[in-house]
C-alpha cells in the first residue's frame, strides 16, 4: 500500500487548500482514514479521520466548522477542504490509512499503519 498526497502550498491567511491523497497498490487493505499534521517543534497530531464508509468523521477542535474531510472509494482517495486557513495551520501533512475501520470518536484513537510522505502546507500572515 502505498499513500500519495497532493495539493499542499504557500496560501494567505483566511484561504483555503485542498489536499488530496491517493491509495496505490493493495486498496483493499486501508479502512479507516485519515489527516495527520505535524509543525516545527511540535508532535504529529490527527486532525481530521473518517471510517471506510464516509459515515463518520473526527475531527480536532483547532479545525472544527473549517476543514472537512471526504473520501471517494471508487476513486480510492481521500480529500481534506481546508478554508478559513491561519498561521498556526502551517505543517507537514500527512495521509494516514489504517487496516482497521473505526466510528465516530473512536476514531480519534484509531491506530494507522500506512503513511504517505507529506505535504507542506504554509500559511503566510
Known amino acids: 500500500v502505498q499513500l500519495v498526497e497532493s495539493g499542499g502550498g504557500v496560501v494567505q491567511s483566511g484561504g483555503s487548500l485542498r489536499l488530496s491523497c491517493s491509495v496505490r497498490?493493495?486498496?483493499?487493505?486501508?479502512?479507516?482514514m485519515g489527516w495527520f499534521r505535524q509543525a516545527p517543534g511540535k508532535e504529529r497530531e490527527l486532525i481530521a479521520a473518517?471510517?471506510?464508509?464516509?459515515?463518520?468523521?473526527h475531527y480536532t477542535d483547532s479545525v472544527k466548522g473549517r476543514f472537512a474531510i471526504a473520501r471517494d472509494n471508487a476513486k480510492n482517495t481521500i480529500n481534506l477542504q481546508m478554508n478559513g486557513l491561519k498561521s498556526e495551520d502551517t505543517a507537514v501533512y500527512y495521509c494516514?490509512?489504517?487496516?482497521?475501520?473505526?466510528?465516530?470518536?473512536?476514531?480519534?484513537?484509531?491506530?494507522?499503519?500506512?503513511w504517505g510522505q507529506g505535504t507542506q502546507v504554509t500559511v503566510s500572515s
Open positions: 494516514a490509512g489504517s487496516q482497521g475501520d473505526c466510528q465516530g470518536y473512536l476514531c480519534a484513537e484509531q491506530r494507522f499503519e500506512y
Open positions: 497498490g493493495r486498496a483493499s487493505d486501508v479502512y479507516a
Open positions: 473518517i471510517d471506510w464508509r464516509g459515515e463518520y468523521t
